[in-house]
Every structure is written in C-alpha cells, then in structure tokens.
C-alpha cells in the first residue's frame, strides 16, 4: 500500500553537494517520523538523519553540519541536503518512514563520492 522512493542519488567530487528526496506514493499518510538511513560496503546500516512529525531532525554526529533533514507533511516528502561531501558519505541511502510503529523502506538510492 505504501512505497516510497527515493531519487537524487548520482556521483559527486569531494566537496560538492547532493540533494536526496523521498516521495511517498500509494496513499496520503502521515508518518510519525522520517528518516534517512545509509549502507556502505562492509558496514550495518546506520542512521544519517531523522525527522519527528512536529519537524525537530536529529543527526548522526558523521554528517552533523552538513548534512540538513526536511519533509513536507503535505506532501509525505523527505529530503536531505548533503553538503561538504566526502568519500566516506559514499554508500546507498534509504529512506524510512514510520507509522504506527511500523518500518517502512524505500528502495535506496547510491550516494558516491569521490576523492
């Protein structure tokens, strides 16, 4: 019933910025919290941002400053900002939305950074 999916993804230089966003397609819902998640080689997936319903983020100490979380609530949209990248950002982002203590996931799009 509910997918979202994510675009914004690409190659990127050091330095250089992204813009991330996740679009929530199926039905109109309004999920408690969003999130944006990462998943390099050889490593668990780990938080990057969040986003409460009332718009208060949270970020991982990694990207703090650099990185800015937004989501438009009309909209069931989440984009991260991506500023200052560097190559260690390089990993497959997924966008999560919860609802009703329920995980749901996009697909993830690739983030890759070079030196």
């Known amino acids: 019933q509910v997918q979202l999916v994510e675009s914004g993804g690409g190659l990127v230089q050091a330095g250089g910025s992204l813009r991330l966003s996740c679009a929530a397609s199926g039905m109109m819902l309004r999920f408690s919290s969003m999130a944006w998640y990462r998943q390099a080689p050889g490593k668990q997936r780990e938080l990057v941002a969040g986003i409460g319903s009332g718009g208060t983020p949270n970020y991982a100490d990694s990207v703090n400053g650099r990185f800015t979380i937004s989501r438009d609530n009309a909209k069931n949209t989440v984009h991260l900002q991506m500023n200052s990248l560097k190559p260690e950002d390089t990993a497959v982002y997924y966008c999560?939305?919860?609802?009703?203590?329920?995980?749901?996931w996009g697909q993830g799009t690739q983030v890759t950074v070079s030196s």
């Open positions: 999560n939305g919860l609802l009703v203590g329920r995980d749901f």
